[in-house]
Nanobody
């Protein structure tokens, strides 16, 4: 099976920075798109940023210019550098990946991490 393990969350003051990581492990043949989502209390889960296997990225308007998504394909690891954090960035952040397992003929499917809490104080 596959595990996505996030790390790097925590408490930070407004204007500060955090770097999230998400490491994928298991019988992985290939990883397609990887993404970060977040869910604040009482709100729906929303896409924060995504990156394809080729490195193309897209961001939610609310984080453009402040957050940077990247990945290390050799390590099957996803990152999210978050700068100029605001209280409204407070949420649980989830890693998502579209993964094809061995054998290579297996269909690709979505996998989710367990989430990491990010709290930004004003």
């Amino acid at each position: 099976q596959v595990q996505l393990v996030e790390s790097g969350g925590g408490l930070v003051q407004a204007g500060g920075s955090l770097r999230l990581s998400c490491a994928a492990s298991g019988s992985i043949f290939s990883i397609n798109t990887m993404a970060w989502y977040r869910q604040a209390p009482g709100k729906q889960r929303e896409l924060v940023a995504a990156i394809t296997s080729g490195g193309s990225t897209n961001y939610a308007d609310s984080v453009k210019g402040r957050f940077t998504i990247s990945r290390d394909n050799a390590k099957n690891t996803l990152y999210l550098q978050m700068n100029s954090l605001k209280p409204e960035d407070t949420a649980v952040y989830y890693c998502n990946a579209v993964i094809r397992l061995w054998p290579a003929t297996a269909p690709a499917r979505d996998y989710w991490g367990q989430g990491t809490q990010v709290t930004v104080s004003s």
